[in-house]
Nanobody, 125 residues
Framework: QVQLVESGGGLVQAGGSLRLSCVVSGRAFSHYAMGWFRQALGKEREFVAAIAWNHETIYSGDSVKGRFTISRDNAKNTVYLQMNSLKPEDTAVYYC??????????????????WGQGTQVTVSS
């Protein structure tokens, strides 16, 4: 069974940075599209960013573009989310997800097959 384990969350002041990591078990990681989602308290989970097997990327929009960067290291079975210039509204549980379908990348939850347990990011003002 494929497992995803996130790390790197924590408490940071506004304007600070964090890098989230997600290690994926198994040998097929390099073929997966990978994504990051987040869920703030009382809100629905939302798409943040995704990266294709060939490292092409897509972001949710102006709220994170230019501040967040998704990347992957296929040799380490790891996907990253570098978050800079953090804002209080970025506070949420962040989840990584894997899509084994062969899609280049996916932006909706139901396209993903595997999910991590989530890591809390809290940005104080």
């Amino acid at each position: 069974q494929v497992q995803l384990v996130e790390s790197g969350g924590g408490l940071v002041q506004a304007g600070g940075s964090l890098r989230l990591s997600c290690v994926v078990s198994g040998r097929a990681f390099s073929h997966y599209a990978m994504g990051w989602f987040r869920q703030a308290l009382g809100k629905e989970r939302e798409f943040v960013a995704a990266i294709a097997w060939n490292h092409e990327t897509i972001y949710s929009g102006d709220s994170v573009k230019g501040r967040f960067t998704i990347s992957r290291d296929n040799a380490k079975n790891t996907v990253y989310l570098q978050m800079n210039s953090l804002k209080p509204e970025d506070t949420a549980v962040y989840y990584c997800a894997g899509d084994r379908s062969g899609n280049k990348y996916s932006v909706t939850e139901n396209e993903y097959d595997y999910w991590g347990q989530g890591t809390q990011v809290t940005v104080s003002s």
